[in-house]
């Protein structure tokens, strides 16, 4: 008696276990399926659906890459990744440079597809856990996505202010207009803020903005073809 009684305490304890067993083995599967069906619906971002989750606003409306100015999905490669047309998802040069540095993950490295994995699959922050889940989502979500298809994603769920996610919101916001219709300067403008969005704000530009939009400009005009692979025909 005294046997059946232990292991009816332990019961719940083997079945919690077991539980979390068949979690952790789904997980690859169901990253998997997501991946797949981001390839071709809507992607909300961590952020989006923690706004969501805790009722704050988000200002955020999905425009197809065909309906984003090729100003800023040039403006956006050529501040964020420079040589996102010719890596795989992740830039194993500045990576491994990053990695020999001893400020480690805190600088660089960060490829838009693998700051796309982040947005859409992983949390804020930095850490060596985070970045090493980075790396295997991006290859992923190159090699199933493609070149546009990523840029098309992250420009729909990159923060351009409080609750303002993605480039039609925050076109509007800013400047009254649509995605498409955005100058060389104003996707300039808003491709500087993406490093501190909630401070930088492209309608009132401050001084290390407009440095930052400037410096963005020189790059475009440097990437030539590189920065073309995510351009709509």
């Avoid at 440095?211 to 692979?229: E, F, H, I, N, T």
Wanted: charged share 20%; net charge positive.
């Amino acid at each position: 008696m005294a046997g059946d009684g232990a292991a009816r305490r332990r019961s719940p304890v083997l079945r919690l276990l077991r539980t979390l067993w068949l979690a952790l083995l789904a997980l690859p599967v169901l990253l998997l399926v997501a991946i797949l069906l981001y390839a071709f619906v809507p992607v909300p971002s961590t952020m989006m659906l923690g706004r969501w989750l805790t009722l704050q606003p988000v200002e955020r409306q999905w425009v197809p890459l065909t309906d984003i100015s090729p100003n800023l999905i040039r403006a956006v490669i050529a501040a964020e990744d420079q040589r996102y047309c010719s890596h795989r998802g992740v830039d194993w040069v500045e990576l491994n440079a990053v990695m020999e540095d001893e400020d480690g993950p805190s600088r660089g490295a960060s490829t838009l597809t693998m700051q796309t994995a982040k947005n859409v699959f992983l949390w804020p922050g930095r850490s060596y856990v985070r970045k090493a889940l980075e790396i295997p989502l991006a290859m992923a979500i190159d090699f199933a996505w493609g070149k546009p298809r990523v840029v098309e994603v992250y420009l729909n769920v990159a923060e351009w202010g409080e609750g303002v996610f993605g480039a039609e919101a925050a076109a509007q916001r800013h400047f009254g207009k649509p995605a498409a219709k955005l100058t060389p300067a104003e996707a300039a403008r808003l491709a500087g803020a993406l490093p501190n969005p909630l401070l930088r704000d492209p309608a009132k530009p401050s001084r290390a903005l407009l440095s930052a939009s400037a410096r963005v400009q020189r790059r475009v005009g440097q990437l030539g073809p590189l920065g073309d692979c995510a351009v709509p025909a």
